[in-house]
């Protein structure tokens, strides 16, 4: 019973559900909305950086929301870059280049979208993570949930559980791999890969030799599917 | 590993509770209190039996202050951080007690013998400040007085000989004290009017017998006559708004979960509390458990809820003690239980203890608290807890004072109600007046009363020869009250035409003493370690907000300082996920708009006119 709703993003009418995001509604429509802690393999947005924000009038009201969460029910009209959005989006991007200077994600973003007369801000020095979670939340999903977004407030981070190598972590780089600003260091070489501090050695398949990722991995992927462990590939299963 | 594979040396505390994840801040609590600390093979095995993992429990232990992941042990010494007491020098009694424990807050001294903590009030604010040791308290300190009781209990002698000699210690927390004192300053009592904190003066607050004598429970045999829909009506009718800070209106919330028709259906009562400046909900809780248990069994009966909870600060020890037991009272009595006085409705009432930062107040960090997560708010901007609450279901979350005004409601009719305050705010509203009022303490008020008579008339204005400068709603976020604006009559819309809020009961009076950019800088300081942390404006935010004004009270402020607090204020009421950060700024920003030229001086001349921020002290910090 969906029900098809036209609003406009930048005087562009967009057909979209009711119901649907409007981030996806502008980026189905090649509008581009900056974003940090969106992810589409992720199903839940934490909507933890507000980068996304845009300026919506419906019912006669005009506001500011954060486009990744905010679900379209009614007609209305968005805009994506007035001024207040980008002083905002502006001022955010200050804040996290302090808060993650190590960051080049960040700082190119700033770069581009943020305003150089914000200055003077203290640093979190040698800190490269901006405390998004999508780590946190593709470890939960695509993982093994073995790290978590430890303290509250200003101390807010990314942690295993007791600062010791987490015992749950399979080792499968979904963390690392969608950091949108590359804060979770790993190594690897073609025996073993380093991560959390732990060391797990590298899988191939036994039929075409191809490498499929870490042996605890493939252990901990066929438990979750009930089926028996067998180290082969996609392909050769 | 599931738990009958594996011995677990904490089992006992585990098995004291059902496998299911919404129990994982019980067992964490009481792991606390039994060990001191939650260990890390506790959060292991916690984490088997529960089958969740161990990373959200370890969250959730580093998220909460009360809980620990280093032994605490010996005497645990809490310094009050509440607004009144920090007025009164609050730092210095720390300073005082570290440098005499020779520990930071937070940490057990290396023999084990002492905990430092802090505690937003300690509900002895009419003689702070205050620091307790254990149970006993310890009021009007002067450092070398906290020194002095330290050093006895570090000589190891006996606690109550210590408690006997040091003047203004007491046992137990002097319940009430302050409106017993102000006794005898008529206007305090004779233009208070009485709905919730009726059963106040009860000798018994725990007897059913002694409630129902003054009419208790009628109002509940009344509504046990009526339908839900009639009984939300009711509640419509007298106009009741919620007292959590939002004002929100009580029948439309009970409307709403009503016309929900999935089942089961919660109620949850919401005394998390954890505005530095308000001592209401508390007293309420502690002197009226009753009210509280009535006005929830009355909402339970309107949604159709057959258990509801009572989220109720972990500071509030006495809170809990005295709920707990008027609600095993209420179910000897058949009040609860099984068959609501008889009525066949089935309704059990459980007391969850709450982490306690201000954060765990809000709705939607309370439910996931209560579901043992993190409590952390949630981004929605169309899911309603009247219809995904607590465990997904149909919830109403009512604030204890809301709660306890129910009862009066289906007693007296909601006419009656209606027939006091003003048009937008019926009923009473009660608040904890302190700081430098001459008459402080706990009191109820119709709408409508002005900010003046309260403060003036009701508390006696600030002490003589002093004057009057500000008045300060008790919450962190909540915007300051300057003299031009105390004839406003208090109600919802009526301070809200003023830009002020109503806060949920705290008022606190502030005179020349008192520096506005320090009192600025206190509550950014407590939102930094009260938020979730979860967004960036919040925390990122007021990471900055808090340096830029360390800085200015530290005589080091800067050109332009000013306007970076007021466009970092902007930005996060304008982009912050949940209302703490929405409203995080204005403590900041009503004050640069009342006390402009106090703000300028600091920043431009290093001068602090009140004397606190000890801007022109080279090598002092400034007050902390
Ligand atoms: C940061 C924050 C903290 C809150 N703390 C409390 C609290 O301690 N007690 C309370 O009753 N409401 C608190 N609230 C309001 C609750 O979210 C909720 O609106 C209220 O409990 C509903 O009850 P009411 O309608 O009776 O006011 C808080 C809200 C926010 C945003
Ligand atoms: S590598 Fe480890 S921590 Fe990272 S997602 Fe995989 S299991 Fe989780
Ligand atoms: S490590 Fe990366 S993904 Fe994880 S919270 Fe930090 S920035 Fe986000
Ligand atoms: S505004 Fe503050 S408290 Fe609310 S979600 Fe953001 S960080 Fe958490
Ligand atoms: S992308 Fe929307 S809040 Fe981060
Ligand atoms: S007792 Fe310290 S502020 Fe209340």
């Known amino acids: 019973?969906?029900?098809?709703?036209?609003?406009?993003?930048?005087?562009?009418?967009?057909?979209?559900?009711?119901?649907?995001?409007?981030?996806?509604?502008?980026?189905?429509?090649?509008?581009?909305?900056?974003?940090?802690?969106?992810?589409?393999?992720?199903?839940?947005?934490?909507?933890?950086?507000?980068?996304?924000?845009?300026?919506?009038?419906?019912?006669?009201?005009?506001?500011?929301?954060?486009?990744?969460?905010?679900?379209?029910?009614?007609?209305?009209?968005?805009?994506?870059?007035?001024?207040?959005?980008?002083?905002?989006?502006?001022?955010?991007?200050?804040?996290?280049?302090?808060?993650?200077?190590?960051s080049d994600a960040i700082a190119q973003m700033n770069d581009a979208l943020g305003d150089p007369s914000i200055e003077g801000f203290v640093t979190v020095d040698g800190e490269k993570c901006i405390a998004c979670g999508l780590c946190v939340q593709a470890c939960d999903t695509l993982g093994a949930s073995a790290i978590s977004m430890i303290n509250n407030g200003t101390e807010k981070q990314v942690a295993p559980p007791f600062d010791m190598a987490p015992k749950p972590c399979i080792g499968c780089l979904n963390c690392a791999r969608v950091c949108p600003v590359d804060a979770i260091p790993?190594?690897?070489?073609e025996y073993v890969r380093s991560i959390w501090n732990r060391n797990f050695t590298i899988a191939y398949c036994e039929s075409c030799g191809k490498a499929i990722g870490t042996a605890a991995e493939v252990v901990h992927r066929a438990h979750e599917n009930g089926e028996d462990v067998r180290f082969l590939c996609d392909d050769c299963k | 590993m599931t738990p009958d594979t594996k011995e677990s040396r904490?089992?006992?505390?585990?098995?004291?509770?059902?496998?299911?994840?919404?129990?994982?801040?019980?067992?964490?609590?009481?792991?606390?209190?039994?060990?001191?600390?939650?260990?890390?093979?506790?959060?292991?095995?916690?984490?088997?039996?529960?089958?969740?993992?161990?990373?959200?429990?370890?969250?959730?232990?580093?998220?909460?202050?009360?809980?620990?992941?280093?032994?605490?042990?010996?005497?645990?010494?809490?310094?009050?951080?509440?607004?009144?007491?920090?007025?009164?020098?609050?730092?210095?009694?720390?300073?005082?007690?570290?440098?005499?424990?020779?520990?930071?807050?937070?940490?057990?001294?290396?023999?084990?013998?002492?905990?430092?903590?802090?505690?937003?009030?300690?509900?002895?604010?009419?003689?702070?400040?205050?620091?307790?040791?254990?149970?006993?308290?310890?009021?009007?300190?002067?450092?070398?007085?906290?020194?002095?009781?330290?050093?006895?209990?570090?000589?190891?002698?006996?606690?109550?000989?210590?408690?006997?000699?040091?003047?203004?210690?007491?046992?137990?927390?002097?319940?009430?004290?302050?409106?017993?004192?102000?006794?005898?300053?008529?206007?305090?009592?004779?233009?208070?009017?009485?709905?919730?904190?009726?059963?106040?003066?009860?000798?018994?607050?725990?007897s059913v017998e002694e409630y129902r004598a003054h009419g208790g429970y009628e109002g509940l045999c009344r509504a046990l006559s009526m339908t839900p829909e009639a009984i939300?009506?009711?509640?419509?009718?007298?106009?009741?708004?919620?007292?959590?800070?939002?004002?929100?209106?009580?029948?439309?919330?009970?409307?709403?979960?009503?016309?929900?028709?999935?089942?089961?259906?919660?109620?949850?009562?919401?005394?998390?509390?954890?505005?530095?400046?308000?001592?209401?909900?508390?007293?309420?809780?502690e002197g009226c458990p009753h009210a509280i248990i009535e006005g929830m069994?009355?909402?339970?009966?309107?949604?159709?809820?057959?258990?509801?909870?009572?989220?109720?600060?972990?500071?509030?020890?006495?809170?809990?003690?005295?709920?707990?037991?008027?609600?095993?009272?209420?179910?000897?009595?058949?009040?609860?239980?099984?068959?609501?006085?008889?009525?066949?409705?089935?309704?059990?009432?459980?007391?969850?203890?709450?982490?306690?930062?201000?954060?765990?107040?809000?709705?939607?960090?309370?439910?996931?608290?209560?579901?043992?997560?993190?409590?952390?708010?949630r981004a929605s901007y169309t899911v309603h807890s009247t219809q995904h609450g607590l465990f997904d279901?149909?919830?109403?979350?009512?604030?204890?004072?809301?709660?306890?005004?129910?009862?009066?409601?289906?007693?007296?009719?909601?006419?009656a109600f209606r027939a006091i305050g003003t048009t937008g705010s019926t009923g009473t509203k009660v608040f904890f007046l302190t700081g430098r009022a001459a008459n402080q303490g706990i009191l109820e008020i119709p709408f409508g009363t002005t900010l003046r008579q309260l403060v003036f008339d009701m508390g006696g204005g600030v002490a003589r020869g002093h004057s009057f400068k500000a008045l300060l709603p008790g919450g962190p976020s909540d915007s300051v009250i300057p003299e031009k604006l105390l004839d406003t009559p208090i109600g919802f819309d009526e301070l809200a035409q003023q830009g002020v809020q109503m806060g949920s009961g705290g008022m606190v009076v502030l005179d020349e003493r008192d520096c506005m950019v320090e009192m600025a800088r206190y509550h950014i300081d407590f939102l930094c370690a009260q938020s979730c942390g979860k967004c960036t404006p919040c925390r990122e935010g007021l990471r900055q907000m808090s340096a830029i004004l360390k800085r200015i009270c530290d005589g080091q402020g800067r050109a332009g300082d000013l306007e970076m607090l007021e466009r970092l204020g902007d930005v996060m009421t304008d982009t912050a996920l949940c209302a703490l950060g929405q409203s995080a700024a204005n403590p900041v920003l009503s004050s640069m708009r009342s006390f402009r030229d106090e703000w300028e001086e600091h920043v431009r001349d290093h001068h602090c006119r009140a004397g606190v921020c000890r801007c022109d002290a080279l090598s002092e910090g400034g007050a902390a």
Request: hydrophobic share 35%; net charge negative; with cysteine.
């Open chain 2, 297 to 377: 069994a009355i909402g339970a009966l309107a949604i159709g809820a057959e258990e509801g909870f009572l989220y109720v600060r972990s500071g509030y020890g006495k809170a809990r003690e005295r709920l707990q037991a008027a609600i095993d009272a209420a179910l000897e009595a058949g009040i609860l239980g099984d068959s609501v006085m008889g009525s066949g409705h089935k309704l059990y009432l459980r007391i969850v203890r709450s982490g306690g930062q201000y954060i765990c107040g809000e709705t939607t960090a309370l439910m996931s608290s209560m579901a043992g997560k993190l409590p952390e708010a």
């Open chain 2, 10 to 206: 904490y089992k006992e505390y585990l098995e004291a509770y059902p496998p299911e994840q919404r129990y994982a801040l019980p067992v964490l609590l009481d792991l606390q209190d039994a060990f001191g600390y939650v260990p890390a093979q506790a959060t292991e095995d916690l984490a088997d039996y529960l089958g969740c993992p161990a990373a959200d429990l370890y969250a959730i232990t580093t998220f909460l202050k009360v809980l620990s992941t280093k032994k605490q042990s010996g005497h645990v010494v809490t310094v009050c951080s509440g607004t009144t007491c920090h007025l009164r020098g609050k730092s210095q009694i720390r300073r005082a007690a570290e440098a005499a424990l020779g520990i930071k807050l937070g940490e057990t001294s290396q023999d084990g013998s002492f905990t430092l903590r802090e505690e937003k009030c300690l509900g002895t604010c009419a003689f702070g400040p205050s620091m307790k040791i254990d149970d006993a308290y310890f009021t009007a300190l002067t450092p070398e007085g906290a020194t002095r009781v330290l050093e006895r209990y570090e000589d190891g002698e006996d606690p109550e000989d210590i408690i006997a000699s040091t003047p203004g210690a007491y046992g137990e927390r002097p319940l009430y004290k302050a409106r017993e004192h102000f006794d005898a300053h008529a206007a305090f009592n004779t233009m208070q009017q009485r709905v919730v904190l009726a059963g106040l003066d009860a000798k018994d607050p725990v």
């Open chain 2, 232 to 285: 939300v009506a009711e509640v419509e009718q007298s106009g009741i708004r919620g007292k959590g800070g939002a004002g929100f209106p009580t029948g439309t919330k009970w409307r709403n979960c009503l016309n929900e028709p999935a089942e089961p259906k919660y109620l949850i009562c919401n005394g998390t509390e954890g505005d530095p400046g308000v001592y209401v909900d508390g007293p309420i809780m």
């Open chain 2, 393 to 415: 279901q149909p919830t109403i979350l009512n604030n204890a004072e809301t709660l306890a005004a129910i009862p009066w409601i289906f007693r007296e009719g909601a006419a």
């Open chain 1, 1 to 102: 019973m969906s029900e098809e709703l036209t609003i406009t993003i930048d005087g562009k009418p967009c057909t979209c559900e009711r119901g649907e995001y409007l981030y996806d509604i502008a980026k189905r429509n090649g509008i581009f909305i900056p974003t940090m802690c969106r992810n589409d393999e992720i199903p839940e947005h934490r909507a933890s950086c507000r980068l996304c924000i845009v300026e919506i009038s419906e019912g006669g009201r005009t506001r500011i929301v954060t486009s990744c969460v905010y679900p379209v029910l009614r007609e209305c009209e968005v805009r994506t870059s007035t001024e207040r959005v980008k002083n905002d989006r502006a001022m955010l991007l200050a804040l996290l280049h302090a808060r993650a200077p190590q």
């Open chain 1, 186 to 189: 790993y190594e690897e070489d």
